[in-house]
């Protein structure tokens, strides 16, 4: 089939697959939930398999507060790439979310293990702690995430609530 009679669908190229994306992702950061999950589709409807689609439909999800269908996409996007630190913490977040924090605390170590020192990953880390009821744990994540973040109002935060509890 020569160049000229070929058909590509709008959008189904890597450039259009990438603006596709960003467009979501902006509709995303802006609030737009519903515009964004849309665009994630439109790319898993070319590329079915994409892990970083995969990864924000569950986000989109997880931020609607359904962290069930959040867990399974996000999972199907580390099927698809293993070492993929922003997934792996959002997995946990997810995952905490449903009351799961034992797997939670596992998936904030491995975005850790891929993202050493990362504060938000720590912060996310010492919540899944706390909740698991390991102080210890908790108290150190924070204290860590603080070593990188000093005066971050939300880490600070969960260092006093692991201190209250102690």
């Known amino acids: 089939m020569s160049s000229r009679t070929r058909r590509t669908p709008p959008g189904a190229s890597g450039a259009g697959i990438d603006a596709r994306l960003a467009e979501a992702v902006?509709?995303?950061q802006a609030g737009r939930l519903?515009?964004?999950?849309a665009g994630y589709r439109a790319v898993l409807r070319h590329q079915?398999?994409?892990?970083?689609a995969l990864h924000l439909l569950g986000l989109a999800a997880y931020h609607r507060g359904d962290s069930a269908t959040a867990v399974d996409l996000?999972?199907?996007a580390l099927e698809r790439r293993p070492r993929f630190?922003?997934?792996e913490t959002n997995l946990g977040n997810a995952l905490l979310a449903l009351g799961r924090a034992a797997e939670a605390c596992e998936a904030h170590r491995r975005a850790?293990?891929?993202?050493p020192g990362d504060p938000m990953v720590l912060h996310n880390l010492g919540n899944a702690c706390l909740h698991l009821g390991d102080l210890a744990g908790a108290e150190?994540?924070?204290r860590a995430a603080l070593e990188r973040l000093p005066g971050h109002p939300l880490i600070r935060l969960g260092?006093?609530?692991v201190l209250a509890a102690a």
């Open 26 to 28: 902006r509709l995303h």
């Open 34 to 37: 519903a515009d964004a999950e």
């Open 48 to 52: 079915p398999r994409h892990p970083d």
């Open 74 to 76: 996000i999972r199907q």
């Open 85 to 87: 630190a922003a997934a």
């Open 112 to 115: 850790l293990a891929l993202e």
């Open 140 to 142: 150190q994540a924070f």
């Open 159 to 161: 260092l006093a609530r």
